[in-house]
């Protein structure tokens, strides 16, 4: 695709409810990142794949977070049980390969806990 | 990864260069310094990157001193739509740590008409 897209765009889940993002990255990217963003603060590292295998989840705040790329391309970052402060922007980065690379963004998926 | 000290807001009139100043002290020489920029309610945006000599692309030049503990992003003629929070980030890229990106607070730049 033109650029990595991140669905939905907006979630409201109730406190308890398990919910389900999704990014697809630009077609043949390697690297994919999954990154939280609070109000106001600069993004957070959660996870990062390399292709479909996860070499680092050390940002993933809990066990009631978890990612998954099994092919490769599309990844699901999925929590389990939502809290309140799980409230915020969750975006997805892909980069065509490791190293000093630009890394590409999408627009995020902003979640609310209520 | 080493960290970045950006003040956090400026102001920078429309058609003028915005020059936004990044302190990186502790720098190792393997790491290289990012930029970005984050538009409101938008996914961050890569702008430039750099080791040690200077970079200039279609969107902006990257100053990086010699010492390599700072370095500056000049935008030459800023319009409207620069308005964002610009991000300095230095990293390394490598194996394990998959290249990611430690954002910091930045510093929003709000342009003026």
């Known amino acids: 695709g033109a650029g990595v897209s991140q669905s939905p765009r907006y979630k409201v889940a109730k406190r308890g409810q398990d919910v389900a993002l999704r990014c697809d990255p630009i077609?043949?990217?390697?690297?994919l990142f999954w990154y939280q963003q609070a109000l106001g603060q600069g993004p957070e590292f959660l996870t990062y794949?390399?292709?479909?295998?996860?070499?680092?989840k050390s940002g993933l705040p809990s066990d009631r977070f978890f990612a998954e790329r099994p092919e490769g391309s599309v990844s699901t970052l999925k929590i389990q049980r939502t809290q309140q402060e799980d409230s915020a922007v969750y975006l997805c980065?892909?980069?065509?390969?490791?190293?000093?690379?630009?890394?590409?963004f999408g627009q995020g998926t902003r979640l609310t806990v209520v | 990864d080493a960290k970045t000290t950006q003040p956090p807001s400026m102001d920078c009139a429309e058609g003028r260069a915005a020059n936004l100043p990044c302190n990186h002290s502790t720098i190792s020489g393997n790491e290289y310094v990012y930029w970005y920029r984050q538009i409101h309610s938008q996914g961050p945006q890569y702008i430039i990157h750099?080791?040690?000599n200077n970079e200039t692309n279609e969107m902006a030049s990257l100053i990086i001193t010699e010492d390599r503990k700072s370095s500056t992003l000049i935008l030459p003629h800023a319009t409207l739509r620069d308005t964002a929070v610009y991000y300095c980030i230095v990293r390394v890229a490598g194996e394990t740590s998959g290249s990611r990106l430690t954002f910091g607070e930045g510093t929003q730049l709000t342009v003026n008409p």
């Open positions: 077609s043949g990217h390697v690297s």
């Open positions: 750099g080791l040690k």
């Open positions: 980065a892909s980069t065509r390969i490791q190293g000093p690379t630009e890394a590409f």
């Open positions: 794949f390399q292709n479909e295998a996860q070499l680092d």
